[in-house]
T-cell receptor, first 115, second 111 residues
Framework: DTGVSQNPRHKITKRGQNVTFRCDPI?????LYWYRQTLGQGPEFLTY????????KSRLLSDRFSAERPKGSFSTLEIQRTEQGDSAMYLC?????????????FGPGTRLTVL | GQQVMQIPQYQHVQEGEDFTTYCNSS?????IQWYKQRPGGHPVFLIQ?????EVKKQKRLTFQFGEAKKNSSLHITATQTTDVGTYFC???????????FGQGTTLQVKP
């Protein structure tokens, strides 16, 4: 297993366009998380799934953001009508959740630039 | 809401000097996790501490979890240029799976 992968690694788009990012977690990890990171800050939680169920969404996640994990494996994050303030690194992480541990392993991220 | 604070924000050291970053949570944590992010990279998991007062070592890195489970520290002995990066602590938000990250401490090491 090669770890968490994300595609694309970089995305440049014009304001108002829709973008979609994909995350492939570590095999058999039951939890998948999306975070957003801007320069000089720690990652900020956006949403997470346990298997295919979306268990929590941050208040940061406006109606323009939607995430899916249809078969409990890969996940997509879509941003509609992008704004310049959406420019950030979007990080995906996965974990094998249990009562004892929920260590999250991060992917390389997708860097979004909105012009 | 729940917050995790880290100090200092930046630290410049001469190679061979020691380095410490401190992490404080506004609430008691069930565990605390530490990550390292190299420039241009993504957070890489270093360690998780669970028990009150726990101390764990990884070579030159020593991690501590406070007795009250609200604070933690990472100490690096005799820094090397390979230690350069930003070190984040993160704690789980109450009753959820999400991690609350500190702002990070960026370490620069002069050779």
């Amino acid at each position: 297993d090669t770890g968490v992968s994300q595609n694309p690694r970089h995305k440049i788009t014009k304001r108002g366009q829709n973008v979609t990012f994909r995350c492939d977690p570590i095999s058999e990890h039951n939890r998948l998380y999306w975070y957003r990171q801007t320069l000089g800050q720690g990652p900020e939680f956006l949403t997470y799934f346990q298997n295919e169920a979306q268990l929590e969404k941050s208040r940061l996640l406006s109606d323009r953001f939607s995430a899916e994990r249809p078969k409990g494996s890969f996940s997509t994050l879509e941003i509609q009508r992008t704004e310049q303030g959406d420019s950030a690194m979007y990080l995906c992480a996965s974990s094998l959740f249990s009562d004892l541990t929920d260590t999250q392993y991060f992917g390389p991220g997708t860097r979004l630039t909105v012009l | 809401g729940q917050q995790v604070m880290q100090i200092p924000q930046y630290q410049h050291v001469q190679e061979g000097e020691d380095f410490t970053t401190y992490c404080n949570s506004s609430t008691t944590l069930s565990n605390i996790q530490w990550y390292k992010q190299r420039p241009g990279g993504h957070p890489v998991f270093l360690i998780q501490l669970v028990k009150s007062g726990e101390v764990k070592k990884q070579k030159r890195l020593t991690f501590q979890f406070g007795e009250a489970k609200k604070n933690s520290s990472l100490h690096i002995t005799a820094t090397q240029t390979t230690d350069v990066g930003t070190y984040f602590c993160a704690g789980p938000a109450s009753n959820t799976g999400k991690l609350i990250f500190g702002q990070g401490t960026t370490l620069q090491v002069k050779p």
